[in-house]
């Protein structure tokens, strides 16, 4: 499953979900369309959700370049496109465990323009339909 991922004033960058049987997954699926706000930390942005999943058997802080994971602690939804501020190199480092959801097939490089409380959205590729807002 695609999905694409707007930020305002950005170009959309596609992610492909490829964790479909999972917990999380099911819940993010059946959250979208939605819409938040950006945060950056680091060379990661992250934003706030409405739904909540458990951490998954399978969460991990070490991520790759183009990861899209959910932070349960936010909750929130983060991408990866570099080092964070937990990073002792050049892997993206997650603050703690997140379940990751799939991967950016667009260069994640845009996200690097990405601003602090710039309007983000994600819906199915191809869909173009109202999001549900996270206040």
């Not at 930020?7 to 964790?19: M, Q, R, T, V």
Request: aromatic share 8%.
């Amino acid at each position: 499953m695609k999905v694409e991922i707007a930020i305002e004033g950005l170009k959309p960058i596609i992610a492909e979900i490829d964790k479909t049987e999972s917990e999380t997954c099911r819940i993010f699926m059946a959250s979208l369309p939605l819409t938040s706000i950006v945060n950056r930390w680091g060379d990661e942005i992250y934003f706030y959700v409405k739904f909540k999943a458990p951490l998954e058997r399978d969460a991990r802080s070490e991520m790759a370049i183009g990861e899209l994971a959910y932070w349960p602690e936010g909750p929130a939804l983060a991408i990866f496109f570099g080092p964070t501020p937990a990073s002792k190199g050049k892997k993206p480092i997650a603050a703690s465990d997140c379940n990751v959801l799939g991967k950016t097939i667009s260069s994640p490089t845009e996200l690097r323009k990405a601003r602090d409380g710039s309007k983000i959205s994600i819906r199915i590729a191809g869909e173009n339909t109202k999001s549900n807002s996270t206040g």
